[in-house]
């Protein structure tokens, strides 16, 4: 199911996300330079590039996570529904309600499954218990994990499967009803049938979310996603239609990187 | 001789090597409970189970009772925890969480110089100058302010068994939080992300996702601190007053078990007094085990409810 975008879709979508001249600095050391870059709005964008290229840095911007670690900086715009989300007034709970985040690895935090899910959602809405379990039901159905783990909400988290794992921190960062999900390499450490699962329910997600996906595997991105980043050495080398991107980039680089010469 | 056998020789010996180590452990224990018991075996023929709830305590006329250095024990261990426990919580947490990391390092080091510091300079400390501070300043003050509870009445004298609970509380402080931050730091960056990621507070993301994830280890460092108090004899025997009473005022002079078997071994000229003295050590030896196997079934229990249903 290839359900790759155009140029022209490109331009003429909505954008969830506009980044303009976005710098991004580890202490002294430079890691994203001058990224400019607008994530059309319910699609699936992929961010390809070799690694250390800056995948992660650049969308761990989205949801300012770098701020927890006082020497990384960001310099320059990320306009998310309108507003600068780089400006020290916006506020960083509401944001990262709005902006949920996929890890390579599971996160499972150290309680049941159903209180995995709930905790987002008692962090950020007042909710009776039966409502509650509703929308930990329906998280865990959108996640596709609910048929699997129905039986089961009391268990620990961590008695799940990697991919399971996985899918249980979809569900938690859909649950609080995001509009924006950053995946970083979500599939990198499960099985190929774990990941399929994965990439269906990304498909799914199309729909109602807009979706970023950091990955290095070109299959899956080619997959998935509607639109392709490509990055190198910190910068945007090329962004447009995912088809376009592997079947006539425009750059050398990308090139030499899809056709596997590199990377 | 071929590869195999050898090896398994080799394997052998190395086992019987590390289990005769073991039964060393086994061995001293055993010898310790029997030696207690054996020389405590006159106090027991004569005071009977009444040894425990007795506070008579008259050298001079033959009556012995370890209820007031079991209480005394109890107590200035129990003021320790109070305080102890979630003050080093709270540092802990501040060094790992929210202080500049410099800072961090520095006060770190500080934690552990003063985890290292032997017990007798914490006592020659809180007799010299923390047991003047205390009848000069904090006894008066909490005279004054809170004196209607029978905890802070009597006349303010600077040892007592306020005192005593406070030294200790200084003693094990730095213990819980050098442990507990190590447990803090163990916990995976992008766990606490996460926690981030759905929208948690620096504070909401300690509580419920880094304490929670460590929190064996957290247990197991109170644990730790616990059981140093129970057991500490030097710097208590310094400022606790060493009278065998029990008093509702933490003002008053008490004792512990431990106190009281450093203070008065040498004076033990008695068989009896030197028995009860004995008995008094078994006692300790009891409760240590006691919390000991109370710490045990917690820690494995918390293991079942992880593994477990809710
Ligand atoms: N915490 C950090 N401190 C200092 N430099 C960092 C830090 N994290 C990443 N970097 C550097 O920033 C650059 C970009 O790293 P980043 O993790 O964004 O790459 P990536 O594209 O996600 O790589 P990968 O595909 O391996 O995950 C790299 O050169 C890396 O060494
Ligand atoms: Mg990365």
Redesign the interface.
């Known amino acids: 199911m290839n359900r790759a975008g155009s140029a022209e879709e490109a331009r003429s979508l909505p954008s969830k996300v506009s980044v303009r001249n976005l710098n991004f600095y580890y202490g002294g050391q430079q890691a994203l330079f001058d990224n400019n870059i607008d994530i059309p709005e319910k699609r699936v964008t992929a961010i390809i590039g070799p690694s250390g290229c800056g995948k992660s840095t650049h969308i761990r911007v989205y949801n300012r996570i770098y701020e927890l670690y006082r020497t990384h900086r960001a310099e320059g715009q990320v306009v998310i529904d309108g507003k600068n989300i780089l400006l020290p007034s916006v506020d960083l709970i509401d944001l990262r309600k709005r902006v949920g985040m996929i890890f390579q690895r599971p996160t499972p935090f150290p309680m049941t499954i159903f209180d995995n899910i709930a905790y987002g959602l008692k962090l950020h809405y007042r909710v009776g218990r039966t409502e509650l379990s509703d929308r930990v039901e329906d998280a865990l159905k959108r996640g596709a994990l609910w048929d699997e783990v129905k039986d089961k909400l009391g268990e620990p988290a961590n008695a799940l499967s990697g991919g399971q794992q996985q899918r249980l921190c979809i569900a938690r960062a859909i649950a609080t009803e995001p509009e924006l999900i950053l995946m970083d390499e979500p599939c990198s450490a499960i099985d190929p049938v774990a990941t399929a699962k994965i990439e269906d329910l990304i498909q799914t997600l199309r729909d109602n979310y807009t979706v970023v996906l950091v990955t290095h595997n070109m299959q899956q991105a080619a997959r998935v996603s509607d639109f392709t980043a490509f990055f190198y050495k910190g910068y945007i080398i090329e962004f447009g239609a995912t088809k376009q991107i592997f079947t006539n980039p425009a750059e050398r680089e990308t090139e030499d990187y899809i056709t596997g010469r590199f990377g | 001789m071929n590869e195999t056998t050898r090896q398994r020789r080799v394997d052998r010996a190395f086992r019987i090597l590390t289990a005769s180590c073991a039964l060393v452990v086994i061995v001293l224990m055993g010898g310790i409970l029997f030696e207690l018991l054996r020389n405590s075996g006159m106090s027991m023929k004569e005071f009977g189970f009444g040894f425990l709830t007795s506070d008579a305590w008259n050298p001079g006329a033959g009556e012995f009772g370890a209820a007031s250095s079991i209480f005394g024990t109890v107590v200035s261990t129990a003021i320790a925890m109070l305080l102890a426990v979630p003050l080093s919580l709270i540092i802990a947490i501040y060094l790992v969480e929210v202080a500049?990391p410099r800072v961090s390092k520095i006060v770190g080091g500080g934690i552990e110089l003063l985890a290292a510091v032997p017990s007798i300079i914490y006592g020659m400390w809180g007799l010299f100058v923390f047991a003047a501070l205390m009848q000069e300043h904090v006894q008066p003050w909490l005279g004054r302010w809170f004196g209607f509870l029978p905890l802070f009445q009597g006349p303010p004298m600077g040892i007592g068994m306020l005192t005593a609970g406070l030294i200790l509380t200084l003693m094990v402080l730095p213990f819980i939080t050098a442990v507990t931050r190590d447990v803090l730091q163990m916990v995976?960056?992008?766990?606490?992300?996460?926690?981030?990621?759905?929208?948690?507070?620096m504070w909401?993301a300690t509580r419920?996702?880094a304490l929670?994830?460590g929190r064996r280890g957290i247990v197991g460092a109170v644990f730790l601190g616990f059981g140093r108090a129970l057991g500490e004899t030097m710097a208590v025997t310094f400022v606790i007053g060493n009278s065998h009473r029990i008093s509702s005022s933490l003002f008053d002079a008490g004792n512990t078990i431990a106190s009281s078997l450093a203070n008065e071994f040498n004076e033990a000229s008695e068989p009896i007094y030197l028995s009860s003295l004995f008995e008094l050590a078994l006692v300790l030896f009891g409760l240590t085990l006691l919390f000991q196997t109370l710490a045990h079934f917690w820690v494995s229990r918390m293991q079942r409810q992880?593994?477990?249903?809710?």
């Open positions: 500049h995976p960056p992008v766990l606490k992300e996460s926690a981030h990621g759905v929208g948690a507070t909401e419920h996702i929670k994830y992880e593994a477990g249903s809710r």
